[in-house]
């Protein structure tokens, strides 16, 4: 062979072991990818559980009977997911206790505060453990005409010296609240929360309001349950509009009457048997004489800004009887502010002029003045109070606020 013929050959014998040398290095570095593949999907399993597990979403807030507190938000919206997978039976309601609460005992809590929704506002949930078992003080009586102020402390349910009260009520407590009225004698209108009622922009929402008692009403409180404390005089009526013409309160908006009946027809259709009540005097109803046939009563609160007081209540008296359906009469005195919007308070002798004047009509259903405060009995006040509970409770043939 010639020498350059061995030098080719050499040559290529080179490449080729170099090519299979660099082959075997390529096998070797596929095996030890594969053997490390398995592993490293495993781990990035792990890592995507764990996020997703850390990520999870916050528990919802434990149900009526959980021991754990919950504070009440201001925001809150309704929850209409559940309206038709959710079921109750209403007698078992009954056996129901409420969360306990975290109001101290010698605070107010006032009930038309549009800012504050809860039924029990700032946090309703204190003294509950024991009310089932509770009785009635002397104070407390469920004679005669039931008289009171809005947002009367819940603490003092028992206790008195008032007998009645208007009293923001959120249908996931509402039970708990019909079964401490029951165990202390006393009787309250529930008032539902503004804010379940509005829309994002703060405006009134006949849709929300819809569905606030197609879905919490119904499911939190079932009629046949709240019908009981109808029946035994405890739940008066349910008052689920005020304030229609302060736009303020309604982001902006008055509310129409035809809004007010489309609202009320809701109510009616899952609570048929429950007295409806408005904040407004039968003259506002008669914008809408139809509204008359889904409201069993009206209100109407007098300050000095109103007039002459006999010819304010007499005319409520004739308005209601000349509606289509003519509708029960809740009476009482803005006492808070006695002369009219942002004045002061009504004196002694106005609280009673004024508000006794109020109860001695027969028509009246329920008396109930704006609102309890922590300087309500001061200045000789408390024996005022005194005078006319004890006259509210002599009062006989006290109607009905419903009318079925």
């Not at 204190?126 to 005409?145: C, F, H, Q």
């Not at 308070?345 to 006794?356: H, I, M, S, V």
């Amino acid at each position: 062979m010639s020498p350059e013929l061995r030098d080719c050959t050499v040559a290529w014998a080179r490449v080729d072991e170099l090519q299979l040398r660099s082959l075997f290095r390529r096998a070797v570095l596929t095996r030890r990818i594969r053997a490390l593949r398995l592993p490293v999907v495993g781990a990035a399993l792990c890592v995507l559980l764990l996020a997703l597990t850390s990520c999870r979403p916050h528990p919802k807030p434990p149900a009526p009977g959980d021991s754990t507190v919950v504070t009440d938000s201001a925001d809150m919206t309704v929850d209409t997911t559940k309206y038709d997978s959710a079921t109750r039976v209403g007698d078992s309601l009954d056996s129901w206790t409420p969360p306990p609460e975290v109001v101290p005992a010698d605070t107010l809590i006032r009930s038309a505060d549009t800012t504050q929704h809860s039924a029990v506002q700032g946090g309703l949930r204190t003294r509950y453990a024991s009310y089932a078992t509770r009785s009635a003080s002397a104070s407390v009586s469920m004679d005669g005409l039931a008289l009171g102020a809005s947002g009367w402390n819940i603490n003092n349910w028992c206790d008195g010296p008032l007998t009645a009260t208007n009293y923001s009520t959120n249908p996931q407590y509402m039970m708990g609240m019909l079964r401490k009225a029951k165990a202390c004698g006393f009787r309250f209108v529930g008032t539902v929360p503004r804010p379940f009622m509005k829309a994002n922009n703060g405006r009134f929402s006949v849709d929300k309001a819809c569905q606030l008692f197609q879905g919490d009403y119904r499911i939190d409180a079932p009629p046949d349950s709240v019908m009981k404390y109808v029946d035994a005089g405890n739940f008066v009526a349910l008052m689920i509009l005020d304030d229609m013409n302060d736009a303020h309160s309604w982001g902006g908006t008055r509310i129409s009457p035809n809004e007010a009946y489309q609202t009320y027809l809701c109510a009616k259709r899952i609570y048929p048997k429950v007295p409806m009540c408005i904040r407004a005097p039968p003259e506002w109803i008669q914008q809408m004489p139809a509204l008359s046939e889904v409201i069993d009563c009206a209100w109407a609160q007098y300050h000095t800004k109103r007039g002459d007081i006999k010819n304010y209540f007499d005319r409520a008296v004739r308005d209601a009887a000349a509606l289509p359906f003519p509708v029960r009469l809740v009476f009482g005195v803005n006492i808070e502010d006695c002369h009219g919007v942002n004045t002061a308070p009504c004196t002694a002798d106005e609280l009673d002029r004024y508000l006794g004047f109020a109860i001695s009509y027969p028509e009246v259903c329920f008396s109930n003045s704006w609102k309890s405060t922590n300087t309500m009995f001061d200045g000789g006040k408390r024996a005022v109070w005194d005078r006319l509970l004890a006259r509210a409770r002599a009062k006989a043939d006290v109607p009905s606020c419903g009318r079925s």
